[in-house]
């Protein structure tokens, strides 16, 4: 059985948000790269004692390149790897919150289950103990299932 989410942004607005702070972070770190090149660049130009004026010319279009191609192949990049890593938190908590109301609407058939690998697993199993408290029928048993994704691992009684 094939345990992939189909939809890679459950909760976009989250993960959207974590995503920019990731860009945010890479291009300080890209801004810091061009003054550490720059700096590097001027020390060089200026202690040729023959073309420095070439280099302090050309030096302007050398660095745009650069940096256009490292955010050409970075951002992707950054924007793949993040949206992945906020997969494994925004999975769970839009798992949790469907329980939830699925609890408030007395339609919550068992306990809450995530993936193995997902985050929150003991919160999902705090989940599972204050409903089993509340009355809701059903042990806490364990909150991770590798063979059911979060969107069927709840299933809905038939009307």
């Not at 948000?17 to 972070?25: H, T």
């Not at 660095?63 to 951002?75: E, G, L, N, R």
Request: proline share 6%; aromatic share 6%; net charge neutral.
């Amino acid at each position: 059985m094939d345990n992939r989410r189909k939809k890679k942004l459950i909760k976009p607005s989250f993960q959207w948000k974590i995503i920019l702070v990731f860009l945010c972070i890479s291009c300080i770190a890209v801004l810091l790269q061009w003054i550490v090149l720059s700096r590097a660049l001027l020390s060089i130009a200026s202690s040729m004692p023959n073309d420095g004026d070439m280099l302090l010319h050309d030096m302007a279009r050398i660095m745009f390149i650069s940096m256009s191609i490292s955010a050409a192949v970075f951002t992707p990049l950054i924007v793949s790897i993040g949206s992945l890593l906020t997969l494994r938190i925004a999975g769970p908590i839009h798992h949790m919150e469907t329980y939830l109301q699925q609890v408030l609407d007395g339609e919550a058939t068992g306990p809450c289950r995530i993936r193995e690998k997902d985050e929150f697993q003991e919160l999902c199993q705090l989940i599972n103990a204050c409903v089993y408290e509340r009355g809701m029928g059903h042990a806490p048993g364990p909150v991770s299932s590798p063979e059911v994704a979060p969107e069927e691992a709840v299933e809905r009684p038939a009307a």
